[in-house]
């Protein structure tokens, strides 16, 4: 005999022997319970009263307003571009600075290649 024959006749015994020997035990445990069964009550639960705490919090700070927001900003505001303080422009620009090849570059970059992509994308999605 075969160890592949051996193996398949094997296999077929346990698996006889193991549907033989469930079957006879469901069987056994089914019979004690019908035979020792006794009607099952189950008791209602009763709903449990939901408790509502309510918690009272406390700020750590003062209550603050729009109008505490927009006070605050006007006062932070004050002598932005007034004449006190002279515009805000000509004190960072002076045109008579020399500016450098990136700078120039980043003001004037051709992004025509970019575009030209983003529509070929754009037209091969659409169909």
Do not use: C, H
């Amino acid at each position: 005999m075969k160890a592949q024959e051996f193996v398949k006749l094997l296999r077929k015994v346990i698996r006889e022997e193991v549907t033989a020997v469930v079957g006879e035990e469901l069987r056994r445990v089914l019979n004690e319970e019908i035979s020792t069964s006794k009607p099952i009550v189950r008791e209602q639960a009763k709903p449990k009263q939901k408790t509502i705490q309510r918690m009272q919090y406390q700020r750590e700070y003062p209550l603050v307003t729009m109008d505490d927001i927009f006070a605050d900003t006007r006062a932070n505001m004050a002598g932005f571009g007034s004449e006190e303080s002279g515009p805000l422009y000509e004190e960072t620009y002076n045109p008579e600075l020399p500016v450098s090849n990136a700078q120039t570059m980043t003001l004037i970059k051709d992004y025509s290649a970019l575009l030209k992509r983003a529509d070929e994308i754009a037209n091969n999605s659409r169909g």
